[in-house]
């Protein structure tokens, strides 16, 4: 019986790291690739390699599948092989003992993760989501570059000039001086 993490972002650009942080697996699967594509090779190896027993951990359920019918899908051709499906996100699991609770649970969350994927593709067909949007839903967006010195900020306020005044004197508020005062 292993413990088996399966890994999927969409480019190969995207940081994997924050998926099953804190789990401990014997052996992780790991796709660079839009969930979209049917050929997904660490998904496909992943489920060749599955023994009887294994655990399969999986961040959340977008990761493993991007409608309702995939889902299911791979989630009872991994049963097939006698494993366990879990996903960490929505706490749930999946094994010939999965009481129905979990199988309604996976119904509705499946059918609102495939409604809201259809209502962003539709956005952005009508030229409603803007560049930052689609970034933040890509993982992409590394925010605006800071426009505040703090490191004029403190040498000031250890040259003894009061916040008050080092405020005045780069025209910002004195709140913004306090912050950078309590980085720095």
């Given at each position: ?13 995207q ?16 796709d660079?690739?839009s ?16 023994r ?11 990761r ?12 009872d051709e991994?049963m ?12 749930l ?7 129905d609770?979990d199988?309604?649970?996976l ?8 409604f ?8 952005q067909v009508d030229?409603?989501?803007d ?6 839903v890509?993982?992409?967006?590394k925010g605006?570059?800071?426009?505040i010195?703090?490191?004029?900020i403190?040498?000031?306020?250890d ?26």
């Amino acid at each position: 019986m292993k413990n088996i993490a399966y890994i999927r972002v969409n480019t190969s650009g995207q940081n994997t790291t924050h998926q099953l942080k804190g789990v401990a697996f014997d052996q992780a699967f790991e796709d660079k690739v839009s969930g979209k594509e049917s050929d997904r090779p660490a998904l496909n190896a992943m489920i060749k390699f599955l023994r009887e027993g294994d655990v399969v951990h999986i961040h959340d359920l977008s990761r493993l599948g991007r409608n309702l019918k995939e889902l299911r899908e791979l989630i009872d051709e991994i049963m097939s092989k006698g494993a366990t499906v879990k996903f960490h996100k929505e706490k749930l699991t999946f094994s010939d003992s999965s009481d129905d609770a979990d199988k309604r649970l996976l119904n509705m969350l499946g059918a609102v993760y495939e409604f809201e994927r259809e209502l962003m593709l539709e956005r952005q067909v009508d030229g409603q989501l803007d560049d930052i949007v689609m970034a933040k839903v890509e993982g992409e967006y590394k925010g605006r570059k800071a426009s505040i010195d703090n490191d004029e900020i403190l040498a000031l306020l250890d040259s003894g000039m009061s916040i008050r005044n080092v405020a005045a004197k780069l025209s910002l508020g004195v709140s913004t001086i306090q912050r950078a005062k309590k980085r720095g």
